[in-house]
């Protein structure tokens, strides 16, 4: 059976893979309600685990070096019952290959050489040049599915980055380019990082040491 996390994990948790947030995003994030998610927001501030910042139209949470450290003593503990077969960590190294080619997609997405200029931004007028992009980030998501279906049969928090993905790539092909690797909406890019954020804090890796 699937193991739900403690909401005091989920709410840290989400602050962590988002990087900042405000309380309504980390309550949508942690699959909680915003009075709970405040809650434990609050008790966690208490505790120097999480700071929030409002200035002007900035308002959200992050967490501080001690929040980050708890957070990882919450997913190492949780880990040991809820995994004890090593999925997370097999699901993890299967995932580092499709990893390099999301972010190799993401670059052609982003630049598109010229002879003039081999860093060119992607103006979008090559429709082949995108459609070939558009078909890579597809089969990744196709690739990805069967590995999110193993974490989230282990751990319920990872059941949403499939369907989120696949969001964001129909957004994309509709048109809706923005959706490929900009930061302000659930894009592709955006899903797979958290995605790879939550792997690395789960199994309490420094990502500037993945292999």
């Given at each position: 059976m699937t193991h739900r996390s403690a909401p005091e994990l989920l709410v840290l948790h989400a602050v962590r893979v988002m990087g900042f947030a405000d309380s309504e995003a980390v309550a949508?994030?942690?699959?909680?309600s915003r009075p709970e998610a405040e809650r434990v927001l609050s008790e966690s501030e208490c505790k120097v685990w999480v700071q929030h910042v409002a200035f002007a139209d900035l308002d959200g949470w992050s967490l501080t070096d001690s929040g980050k450290a708890e957070n990882e003593r919450q997913l190492a503990a949780e880990l040991v019952d809820a995994d004890p077969a090593g999925v997370v960590a097999a699901v993890y190294r299967s995932?580092?290959?499709?990893?390099?080619?999301?972010?190799?997609?993401?670059t052609d997405w982003q630049i598109r050489p010229t002879e003039a200029d081999r860093f060119a931004p992607n103006d979008h007028a090559d429709d082949t040049w995108d459609e070939r992009v558009l078909d890579e980030l597809a089969a990744l998501g196709r690739q990805l599915a069967p590995l999110a279906d193993r974490l989230s049969a282990v751990l319920m928090r990872f059941d949403d980055y499939t369907k989120?993905?696949?969001?964001?790539?129909?957004?994309a092909r509709n048109g809706e380019?923005?959706?490929i690797d900009k930061t302000d909406v659930d894009s592709c890019h955006r899903v797979w990082f958290q995605l790879h954020e939550d792997l690395v804090a789960t199994l309490g890796i420094d990502r500037r040491n993945e292999a």
């Open positions: 949508a994030r942690a699959g909680t995932f580092l290959p499709l990893n390099a080619r999301l972010l190799r997609a993401v989120r993905y696949e969001a964001a790539l129909r957004k380019l923005d959706w």
